[in-house]
């Protein structure tokens, strides 16, 4: 193989097409190449003929010069017929010893100083050539041999090592490759992020910011973020408020790595008071507002460097401080714990189970399903739609053991942990029927369409406020 490296040769006639019939096959390019290879040879000829006969170079001399005059460009020449420049000649070969020119004060190079002296090292060296094969022929297999032999032409590679910088600061460079999600995400520095969805939070917040402050995956990896929307209290001055308090602790293991807050209102006029929420006819319009204001939050607060998404409801009453971890070492796409809650009737404490959203589905309601608009939104828990759905929220119990999974169809938002290379793959909360489900029940089903898998910890339980605690519910 021989490489140029010198700017002064420069490519002639090696034109795509010249290249590509290399492997193809006589074509027009080769013939091309060929043409103005002669061209050059007769233009060298004739430049040398006019070196000895103008300038009285003997032949001795010019094979001495030999490194000298490759750095006449003969392509140039080629083109130009034969035409020289005389201050070229000045310029880049020393005098001939005799003749009308040999005294002439134009040369540039010192008769003494280089006359004949081969210049130093690289330049000179490549006057000597080695062509054959890097091994003895005895070394090489059958296939080798027919392979050396069989090529025509010494390969040639121009500036092949040329690297292609930027340094412009507008292009940024992002490697997704070193990003992954695994079971030992702690160990491994995964980042995570964690999203609420907030409206009219103002009453939940300050023990939102207590139960994130008691996780223990490492804050420094964490980075939390909010989107706020169509609230009517005093939501975002209380976050500022919780977030102060907690990223200003001098502890260093409470702040978060991060917090973004995304402001956007949809215009949702639904009331947050339970019966408005949680009436049949509001699940439509509801469900597919949640999903809009879920996947803005996402598309604005996923970065690069996430591995996992953690999506955390604000009006979570306790949940353990691994939750983080514990969902992580089960290595699933997609992980929801059971949703209950306590309600306190006569000092007894009466365990509710919340979230009829997370399922398994059944023949009735694919049935059911097949037989509805398109567009229709389903909804758990009204008599309106039988599905027949077998719900986590009546099995498990958190006595048991935590770790048993099963597998689920549609999911509730309450605590979702989702390696975030399943939403970069378009995974996301339908904010309209996909399925006939919308926002996390669709994203569930869509998730299983695209292949990942989807599960549930009956025994893992989150409790969520009681419904009755809402505001506006008296
Ligand atoms: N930005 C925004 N957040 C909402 C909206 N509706 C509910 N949220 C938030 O989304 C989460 C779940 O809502 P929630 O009312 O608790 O749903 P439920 O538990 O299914 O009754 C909570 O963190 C709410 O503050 C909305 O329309 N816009
Ligand atoms: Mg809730």
Not at 97 to 109: H, I, L, M, S
Not at 151 to 171: A, G, K
Not at 252 to 267: A, L, Q, Y
């Amino acid at each position: 193989m021989v490489e140029f490296e010198s700017s002064w040769i420069r490519h002639l006639g090696f034109d795509d097409n010249a290249k590509q019939s290399r492997h193809n096959g006589p074509s027009s390019g080769l013939v091309h190449e060929k043409k103005v290879i002669n061209e050059m040879r007769n233009a060298g000829q004739a430049f040398l003929v006019m070196l000895m006969s103008s300038f009285g170079y003997s032949a001795e001399e010019l094979r001495m010069l030999a490194p000298y005059i490759r750095q006449f460009d003969l392509n140039r020449l080629a083109e130009e017929n034969g035409h020289y420049n005389t201050e070229d000649i000045f310029r880049i070969l020393p005098p001939p010893r005799q003749g009308p020119f040999a005294e002439d004060p134009r040369w540039r190079t010192s008769k003494k100083t280089s006359y004949y002296t081969p210049p130093s090292s690289p330049d000179y060296m490549e006057g000597f050539y080695c062509f054959g094969p890097s091994k003895p022929p005895m070394q090489m297999t059958p296939n080798e041999q027919a392979l050396w032999t069989s090529h025509l032409h010494t390969p040639v590679i121009f500036n092949h090592h040329t690297p292609i910088e930027i340094n412009s600061s507008t292009i940024q460079h992002v490697d997704l490759n070193p990003i992954t999600s695994t079971p030992k995400g702690a160990a491994n520095e995964e980042r995570v992020l964690i999203l609420t969805p907030l409206r009219d939070a103002a009453p939940y917040l300050e023990q939102h910011f207590d139960l994130l402050s008691q996780l223990t995956y490492p804050h420094h990896l964490i980075d939390l973020a909010f989107l706020v929307g169509d609230s009517t209290d005093d939501t975002m001055a209380l976050l500022a408020q919780e977030l102060k308090r907690v990223q200003t602790q001098t502890a260093e293991d409470i702040p978060f790595r991060s917090v973004m807050i995304v402001e956007k209102d949809f215009g949702v006029t639904l009331a947050q008071s339970v019966e408005d929420r949680h009436g049949f006819a509001a699940q439509g319009p509801r469900r597919k507002a949640m999903g809009r204001a879920r996947n803005y939050l996402l598309s604005a607060a996923l970065k690069p460097e996430h591995s996992w998404v953690y999506w955390r409801d604000v009006d979570i009453k306790d949940s353990p401080r691994k939750i983080i971890e514990d969902f992580i070492a089960h290595d699933r796409d997609i992980l929801v714990p059971n949703i209950w809650f306590h309600r306190y009737e006569n000092n007894v404490d009466i365990e509710g189970r919340f979230d009829y959203n997370s399922w398994q589905e059944s023949e009735q309601g694919l049935k059911l399903a097949a037989g509805l608009d398109k567009d229709v939104v389903l909804a758990e828990g009204y008599k309106e739609y039988q599905t027949g759905r077998t719900y986590m929220a009546r099995m498990g119990d958190w006595r048991e053991n935590k770790d048993v999974e099963i597998p689920l169809d549609g999911i509730g938002g309450v605590n979702i942990l989702v390696k975030a290379d399943v939403h970069r793959s378009g995974i996301n909360f339908p904010c309209y029927a996909f399925e006939n489900q919308a926002e996390t029940e669709g994203f569930a089903k869509m998730a299983k369409r695209a292949g990942y898998g989807v599960y549930g910890l009956p025994n893992y339980v989150v409790w969520h406020i009681d419904t009755e605690e809402k505001p506006g519910n008296a």
